[in-house]
């Protein structure tokens, strides 16, 4: 803050609030083997009638939710995602109208999939259990706990800073002093896998690959001449 006294008598007040030091961003990954899967399941049911279509829905995914506690998923680490009823129309032509023809019901659940060696064999269970209605709308794969990963990027990070920093000091001649700011972002290892296929006779294969745990650092240095 630095003051100044004009010639008419009257002091005037500027406030710097440039940011001294040098200024970098750091980044930090690593990859880790996924040990969860989300699977989303769904079934949709169309008929003449709300409670004909609700009723086959019903009916569905009880067995869906069957199939999967049968393969050892707990009822903790199933969970409702959606449900719907909406009505179907088509245009008459005739009278230029559109007219209701049925009702569609549509209910999903997201399914928590500990053991990762039963993805696939899991996958044609709840398939094989809805029929027809089954819709697979997805699956993703997680780690449970990230906290070790994020360490683990973040010292990354924090390492990948300060060598940036010291050299840009080297660049300029002086020395790099304290940190005197830190700011931590981290993403989210969540990898999304659409590519599911439904064999007749053998099991759905599922490819778990790596994810990417990062985390990204600003830090402001010192500077020491």
Same mark, same amino acid.
């Given at each position: 803050?630095?003051?100044?006294?004009?010639?008419?008598?009257?002091?005037?007040?500027?406030?710097?609030? $440039? !940011? &001294?030091? #040098?200024?970098?961003?750091?980044?930090?990954?690593?990859?880790? /083997?996924?040990?969860? %899967?989300?699977?989303? =399941?769904?079934?949709?049911?169309?008929?003449?009638?709300?409670?004909?279509?609700?009723?086959?829905?019903?009916?569905?995914?009880?067995?869906?939710?069957?199939?999967?506690?049968?393969?050892?998923?707990?009822?903790?680490?199933?969970?409702?995602?959606?449900?719907?009823?909406?009505?179907?129309?088509?245009?008459?032509?005739?009278? $230029? !109208? &559109?007219? #209701?023809?049925?009702?569609?019901?549509?209910?999903?659940?997201? /399914?928590?999939?500990? %053991?990762?060696?039963? =993805?696939?064999?899991?996958?044609?269970?709840?398939?094989?259990?809805?029929?027809?209605?089954?819709?697979?709308?997805?699956?993703?794969?997680?780690?449970?706990?990230?906290?070790?990963?994020?360490?683990?990027?973040?010292?990354?990070?924090?390492?990948?800073?300060?060598?940036?920093?010291?050299?840009?000091?080297?660049?300029?001649?002086?020395?790099?002093?304290?940190?005197?700011?830190?700011?931590?972002?981290?993403?989210?290892?969540?990898?999304?896998?659409?590519?599911?296929?439904?064999?007749?006779?053998?099991?759905?294969?599922?490819?778990?690959?790596?994810?990417?745990?990062?985390?990204?650092?600003?830090?402001?240095?010192?500077?020491?001449?």
């Amino acid at each position: 803050i630095g003051c100044s006294s004009p010639d008419d008598g009257t002091e005037s007040i500027t406030i710097n609030n $440039q !940011q &001294e030091g #040098i200024s970098v961003n750091g980044q930090g990954k690593v990859s880790v /083997t996924p040990d969860i %899967a989300i699977l989303t =399941v769904g079934i949709q049911s169309q008929e003449a009638s709300v409670a004909s279509a609700q009723v086959k829905a019903t009916d569905a995914m009880n067995k869906v939710v069957s199939a999967l506690t049968g393969n050892g998923i707990a009822s903790k680490d199933i969970q409702t995602q959606r449900f719907s009823i909406q009505v179907v129309t088509r245009y008459d032509t005739t009278t $230029q !109208q &559109e007219v #209701i023809i049925g009702y569609s019901v549509t209910n999903s659940v997201t /399914t928590k999939i500990r %053991a990762l060696d039963k =993805v696939g064999v899991i996958i044609d269970a709840v398939a094989s259990a809805g029929g027809d209605l089954t819709r697979i709308e997805g699956i993703s794969f997680a780690i449970e706990d990230p906290t070790t990963y994020y360490s683990q990027a973040r010292e990354k990070a924090i390492i990948d800073a300060k060598a940036k920093a010291q050299q840009i000091a080297t660049l300029l001649g002086v020395t790099v002093g304290e940190p005197t700011y830190v700011s931590e972002s981290t993403s989210s290892p969540i990898y999304q896998d659409s590519r599911i296929a439904l064999p007749v006779a053998s099991e759905t294969p599922i490819s778990l690959g790596e994810l990417e745990v990062s985390a990204s650092v600003q830090v402001v240095y010192a500077i020491s001449k």
